[in-house]
């Protein structure tokens, strides 16, 4: 019992990780390492190129692939006698594809590395931070720290041109940037758009958070109101209002007050507009759910929102 005492994961996955360091580092230090080796690994000197070849790093690890066409599951990693296998959709979107891969793969390398588990009921919440924690781990083989170090200055502003051209560089969506972005420098995102709160039929569309990373909820200690208005008396300046408005991405010291448990006070604060989402993005199969739409991301310099 004393062992959970300093977890804040309620999957037993990723606790059994975290224990196996004694705690001294936090999940996304481990994860970070493992990017970081295969990166080291797979490497050509003369290579510039930053697209990783992930395929291979999957053969490399015994695990054969075979393209199916079904309809409603990108991947499944399944164990063939003592072999491993990825089931994975035909799709025409190769950074999907590629993604899927690097998730399929990190199922195995994390359950691997959590070793043998006790079983344990599985709640919604150990679910989602398996697969939330899956996919750090997709993102940091695909777009190894090295490569975000490399491209990204937070001395100055960060623009949409950046983030894309970035993103088609390593062959990977924009939300995988943003996120590597995030995790390597701890900055908090906060991700906008400008919709209704769906959990309140009645609200009226406004500028609203849209998607908050990394995972933050009550027993993290850390946590944001998801869905809130882009209000003027919490952020000041407002550059957030402003940069929808103006269409531009900007950054700025910003005092933060009233905004969930983030402590009141200054914060570096970089808004990247993208633009609005047009409904023929509605059909496109990039789009999974609701929270790959936003038309901007802040990040936030809230380092504590990483420490565990
Ligand atoms: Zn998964």
């Known amino acids: 019992m004393t062992e959970k005492k300093n977890n804040v994961w309620e999957s037993a996955v990723v606790t059994a990780i975290i224990n196996q360091e004694n705690h001294r580092k936090s999940i996304f230090d481990i994860v970070e390492e493992i990017g970081t080796n295969l990166y080291n690994k797979n490497k050509s ?33 399944k164990q063939i006698g003592a072999n491993y296998k990825i089931f994975i959709k035909r799709n025409t979107n190769v950074y999907r594809y590629r993604f899927t891969l690097a998730h399929e793969l990190s199922h195995l390398l ?84 400008f919709i209704n709160n769906p959990i309140n039929k009645k609200s009226d569309r406004a500028l609203r958070i849209n998607g908050i990373f990394p995972l933050l909820h009550r027993k993290t200690h850390h946590y944001l109101p998801l869905f809130c208005k882009a209000k003027d008396y919490r952020f000041n300046p407002n550059i957030i209002v402003n940069s929808f408005n103006n269409h531009i991405s900007t950054m700025e010291e910003v005092y933060i007050d009233d905004f969930g448990t983030l402590p009141k006070q200054k914060y570096i604060m970089h808004n990247i507009y993208f ?8 059909f496109n199969e990039i789009v ?15 380092k504590y929102a990483y420490t565990k």
């Open 45 to 77: 000197k003369s290579n510039t190129d930053l697209v990783i070849p992930i395929s291979k790093i999957v053969e490399d690890h015994g695990i054969s692939i075979e393209n199916t066409d079904w309809d409603d599951l990108h991947g499944r990693i």
């Open 110 to 193: 994390i359950r691997r590395l959590a070793g043998p588990i006790p079983k344990t009921n599985k709640t919604n919440l150990s679910i989602t931070e398996e697969e939330f924690v899956v996919n750090l781990l997709a993102g940091a083989i695909l777009v190894p720290k090295h490569n975000i170090l490399d491209s990204i200055d937070f001395t100055k502003i960060i623009d949409k041109q950046i983030v894309d051209n970035l993103a088609k560089q390593s062959m990977v969506s924009r939300s995988v940037i943003l996120k590597r972005i995030g995790v390597v420098n701890r900055k908090l995102i906060l991700l906008w758009d």
């Open 275 to 282: 633009s609005k989402w047009s409904n023929r993005f509605l």
């Open 288 to 302: 999974n759910s609701r929270k790959d739409f936003y038309s901007m991301a802040s990040f936030i310099d809230y």
